[in-house]
């Protein structure tokens, strides 16, 4: 009789970096390595076999990027810091707690205490709750490889499903957030029941210069938009004027996502108003 043996995950070597140097070295030395940080994502498409690594490179011994820290006008988030984290900072409820606000709407109490920041933007899946909202902060990424570190606006780090403008061989150690000074914030969702995905959400930073407005859900990417003012009438039109063209799936018709993510917009300036009233 043929024995049959079923294997949760395909064979994978398992590295654990101590350094920041090792994990871009190890990451740069084997095409197929790919960076393990909350394992909340990477770990379910491996088992759904939808991703296959050779080398995982586990970054959770690098206590180097789970710091947050302020300096001057920077709000610096190690990329290993996880929502549980930035709920629990000082340091994010000083300078920008809609971080905290949103991070505590993510998932469940599981996913927050061991998903990242880093691994929600690196696995760029448009539904993801931080992408939005850290192109509507104006975060920058830091990404280091073999030659060195580059800075990435967020605005230019999303370029299509899961995928962003980190490459292979790079690792992503930090997101820098301008502290609020004059913005003020908010985000909207709407989600397949109360810890779930969000069907639309969209984030609103409300500053002196103007409005940034942004859709996650509706495309590939998130949507930056700059409604003329912030009334509900003017921000309805500039949601309806962007000729939005979202996916269809089990949750939603385009149509209604196109819906929602007017009433997410709306809902999310109305937030950042209040905050900053
Ligand atoms: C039940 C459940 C519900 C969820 N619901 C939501 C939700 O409502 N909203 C939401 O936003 N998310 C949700 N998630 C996803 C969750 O937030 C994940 O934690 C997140 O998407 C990935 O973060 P991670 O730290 O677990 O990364 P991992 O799963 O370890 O990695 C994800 C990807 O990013 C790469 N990566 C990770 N860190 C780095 C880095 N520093 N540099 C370069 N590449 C890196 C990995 O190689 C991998 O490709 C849910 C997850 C689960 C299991």
């Known amino acids: 009789m043929r024995e049959i043996h079923a294997v949760l995950l395909r064979e994978v070597e398992y590295a654990r970096p101590v350094s920041v140097d090792d994990a871009v070295r190890l990451l740069a030395a084997n095409e197929g390595a790919r960076a393990l940080a909350g394992g909340q994502t990477l770990l379910n498409v491996m088992k759904a076999r939808a991703a296959s690594p050779d080398v995982l490179v586990d970054l959770n011994r690098l206590d180097e990027l789970r710091a947050i820290t302020v300096s001057g006008d920077t709000l610096r988030l190690g990329a290993m810091a996880t929502y549980t984290q930035l709920m629990g900072s000082s340091e994010v409820e000083v300078a920008r707690p809609i971080l905290a606000e949103v991070a505590g709407q993510i998932a469940d109490v599981q996913v927050r205490n061991r998903g990242t920041i880093g691994g929600n933007v690196c696995s760029n899946d448009p539904t993801n709750h931080l992408p939005p909202l850290l192109v509507a902060l104006g975060a920058t990424f830091v990404v280091r490889g073999q030659d060195g570190e580059r800075k990435v606006p967020a605005r230019d780090f999303f370029v299509g499903v899961y995928l962003t403008a980190a490459g292979e061989g790079e690792l992503l ?32 930073c409300v500053s002196d210069p103007g409005i940034t407005l942004v859709l996650g859900c509706v495309d590939a990417v998130p949507v930056v938009l700059e409604p003329a003012a912030d009334d509900a009438e003017s921000v309805r039109a500039a949601v309806e004027g962007a000729g939005l063209d979202p996916p269809s799936d089990v949750h939603g018709s385009a149509d209604y996502r196109r819906h929602l993510a007017a009433v997410c917009a709306v809902r999310a300036v109305a937030a950042a108003k209040a905050r900053g009233s």
């Open 173 to 204: 150690t930090a997101v820098e957030v301008p502290a609020a000074a004059n913005a003020a914030d908010g985000f909207a969702s709407v989600t397949v029941g109360r810890d779930g995905t969000c069907i639309a959400n969209a984030a609103a």
